[in-house]
């Protein structure tokens, strides 16, 4: 007897739509010839809002130059969560794709019905919508006919990828000429009537306890408005940023703190990490048909630091109070995540707290943006009606806000008698990757653990694998191996802060990955790029590996003192997938000639944002893997200072070949983390095609050679 085939499944919504369905909360008309667009994500310098306006224009059929995007903001924007993960483009651009697709058919029938023509009759160009006998309209005649206040419907189809005009075609970034030409964009650069400045009090150990303070020097400050005490959590308002500082000064004379808590062995990172309590979890489990074999193993262990997200400004709010309500301005990634926390802290309703956004100079991933929203708030308590603005100084920002977590990797692969690997173990022990705030029944902010009654500390946590993991991040091998093992070990301790920084455990997992491919290839003779082309079946994994390796001409021949490393990753192996070919100077310092790369993020809605996204990701990647360590010793971090925590010079920059393998019947996804990884490996496997040296513990310095060479 014949079954029925099942029912299809009856559409659905994008998911940032069936969340936020109202029409009028993603786009307006206005009657000057405009559309207002109003996602959810924030522009962090990753030109989404650029790429945003484009989709909403080509489904609109309108100049993007009618195209207005507002900034995200609780009051009026759809609440799409927190701008991270990369994937602004899956979800707030499929959102707004259908979202725009369906405003259109509206409008393309409400014209009908005006003109009395049938719509299948109808055209629109610039909004403009005209029909046989030159009849015509537009959207801004129209708009107040028709209501948006209505729900998004499933089943709207929007324009096929041939039909788009700007999507897939490189335009100008919205966001550059105001940063070009030094207008007012950054939030640092915007100044409110009446604004006081405010600076926050906190101690150089770790977790130190404010015992004593002493308010007589402070208050000798000219223009002092006001000092703040609750708990542990200290500062103070004044009429300038120069009293502001002046005051605090004062105040930090005569702080008295308790002892805080001991910091780990900053040089014995690895052993700390597997040492400590800890939650453990497998991530991934395959079972060989016929297992092989065993010849041999190889067992090798990698690490990572902790690492600052070192922003080049440091982070800064505004405040306001009025009554019981308060207004925020803040670069958080995370608006309505940044209220639910704020809502908890200060004991309101979130109807009483707006927050807003304006950039900020300078993050990806969880730094102080949060932090010093809660900062102003608090001190803005002191000041009336009037605006506080505070701004966290360097030293604050590199030892106060959260680092990217150290990471300690192990590798076990087991080989069979001809060098093919027949089985693989991986092993990861980490902080967590994500203590964002909004997502927890208490705050996550830094003042809500200073208050006279603290809220307890927040431990990060690791997101589940369905949105890409954390410390497991890229884990599972995109190889075909016959069978594998992989398993997190997250600490329940957290003695050093740690949240969301760029990749998450992406970049430590590709590198220890990739790196251990690269020394299997090598011990067998074969040809690294050969080698991880046979161990794949995605064929468009095998594309940006062959793509770059085919636009850097690999491999060149051998020169004293250079040396060419490959590294592969597919971002979350759901995301980007992304090749990198790395060509490296040994002299006194490692330095970093040429990065090749090619990228597939499936439709590239603006090429010219990915290549800088691809570009910028590769460069911050060699920074980490050259540079960034956080240091510190038993009682307090010590890299507080570009001094103690150095970065990539404008001088010691790559030169950046991207290219993009366009797939226009793909649906796109995000680029802002896919080079992390492929470089760090990359950068690590070509120093050892110089030197003949495997340096398995990041930053790859001149110290961390010499190591790496007496153990060999």
Known sequence: MNRPAPAPSPPALPASLAANPKLSSWLKFSSTGQVAISPGKVEIGQGIVTALAQIAADELDVDLSRVTMIRASTAVSPN????????????????????????????????????????????????????????????WELADEVSLDRDATPGVTPKIATSRTLAGHSVQRIDIPDK??????????????????????????????????NEDGARAVAGLVAIVRHGSFAGVVAET?????????????????????????????????????????????????APGAVARTIRRQYTRPYIAHASIAPSCAMAQWDGDRVHVWTHSQGVYLLRADLALVLKLPVENITVEHLEGAGCYGHNAADDVALDAVLLAKSAGRRPVRVQ????????????????????????????????WRH?????????????????????????????????????????????????????????????????TTMPIRTSALRTLGGQGNVFAIESILDEIATERGEDAVAFRL???????????????????????????????????????????????????????????????????????????????????????????????????????????????????????????????????????????EAA???????????????????VRDLP?????????????
């Open 80 to 139: 799409e969560g927190v701008t991270s993960g990369s994937l602004s483009i899956q979800q707030s651009g499929r959102a707004l794709r259908h979202a725009c697709a369906e405003v259109r058919q509206i409008f393309l029938q409400q014209a009908a019905e005006r003109l009395g023509v049938g719509i299948d009759a109808l055209h629109i160009e610039d909004g403009t919508i005209s029909g046989p006998g030159n009849v015509r309209t537009s959207y």
């Open 241 to 289: 940023e120069h009293g502001a500082e002046t005051a605090l000064n004062a105040l930090r004379k005569s702080a008295i703190w308790s002892a805080g808590e001991p910091l780990p062995d900053e040089n014995d990172l690895a052993n700390f990490l597997k040492a400590q309590p800890s939650e453990s979890t497998v991530i991934g489990k395959k079972t060989a048909a």
């Open 180 to 213: 070009v030409l030094g207008r007012p964009r950054f939030i640092h650069d915007r100044a409110l009537a009446g604004m006081l400045h405010g600076r926050v009090l906190r101690p150089e150990r770790a977790r130190a306890k404010l015992r004593v303070l």
């Open 427 to 491: 092993s990861i022990w980490s902080n967590g990757h994500a203590a964002r705030p909004g997502r927890a029944a208490q705050p996550a902010l830094l003042a809500a653990f200073e208050l006279e009654k603290p809220f307890p500390r927040m431990v990060a946590t690791n997101p589940p694998q369905a949105n890409g993991g954390g410390g497991d991040r890229n884990s599972i091998p995109l190889y075909d191996f016959p069978s594998w093992h992989i398993e997190s070990h997250r600490l």
């Open 676 to 694: 992390h990884g492929p470089v760090t490996a990359a950068i690590a496997n070509a120093v050892f095609d110089a030197l003949g040296v495997r």
């Open 700 to 712: 790859i310095t001149r110290d961390r050679i010499i190591a790496a060479m007496e153990l060999s």
């Open 534 to 672: 046979r161990h794949l079946r995605d064929d468009r994994a095998k594309d940006v590996i062959r793509a770059a390796a085919t636009r850097a001409r690999w491999k060149p021949d051998k020169q004293p003192g250079i040396g060419h490393g490959v590294g592969f990753g597919r971002y979350k192996n759901t995301g980007a997938y992304c090749a990198a070919i790395a060509e490296i100077e040994s002299a006194e310092e490692i330095s970093v000639r040429k990065l090749t790369l090619a990228v597939d993020v499936g439709e590239a809605i603006n090429p010219d944002g990915v290549i800088n996204q691809i570009e910028g990701g590769a460069i911050q990647a060699t920074s980490w893997v050259l540079k960034e360590r956080m240091r510190f010793d038993r009682e307090r971090i010590t890299s507080t200072s570009w001094t103690e925590y150095p970065i990539l010079r404008f001088s010691e920059v790559p030169d950046v070949e991207v290219e993009i393998i366009q797939r226009p019947d793909m649906d796109p996804v995000g680029a802002g």
């Open 392 to 423: 966290w100084s360097r030293q604050g920002e590199m030892s106060d806000a959260p680092f990217g977590a150290a990471m300690a990797i192990e590798i076990e692969a087991d080989l069979d008698a001809r060098g093919e690997i027949v089985d």
